[in-house]
C-alpha cells in the first residue's frame, strides 16, 4: 500500500481546521440566536420574521456569489439554519406562555 502524499495531507488538515471553525462559529451564532429568542418571547414577538429571513437569504446568497460559492448551495445552508432557529425560538416562546 502506497504512502498518503503530503499535499493530500496538508489539504485534509486544513480542511479539519476549517471544519472545526464552521462548528465554533455554529456555536457562537446560536448562542446570539438564542439570546434573540428569549428577547422575542419576553416582547411577545411572532418566533419567525419573514421580511429579516428573506432579506438574509439574499444577502448570503449575493456573499456567496461574491466569494465563488454557489448560491443555490449558501441558500439551502442558511435555510437550515434558520428553520433550526426558528425551531428554537418556537420552544423559547411555548415555554413562556
Known sequence: MSE???????LRASIDNIDAAL?????????????????KAAEGLPPADM??????????RQL???SGLDPAF?????????AEVIHHHERIASRTE
Open 74 to 82: 449558501a441558500e439551502k445552508f442558511i435555510g437550515f439554519v434558520i
Open 51 to 60: 421580511e429579516r429571513e428573506e432579506r438574509q437569504v439574499a444577502r448570503l
Open 64 to 66: 456567496a456569489d461574491e
Open 4 to 10: 498518503t502524499p503530503a499535499e493530500l495531507l496538508r
Open 23 to 39: 462548528i465554533h462559529l455554529l456555536a457562537e451564532r446560536f448562542k446570539c440566536t438564542q439570546a434573540v429568542g428569549e428577547l
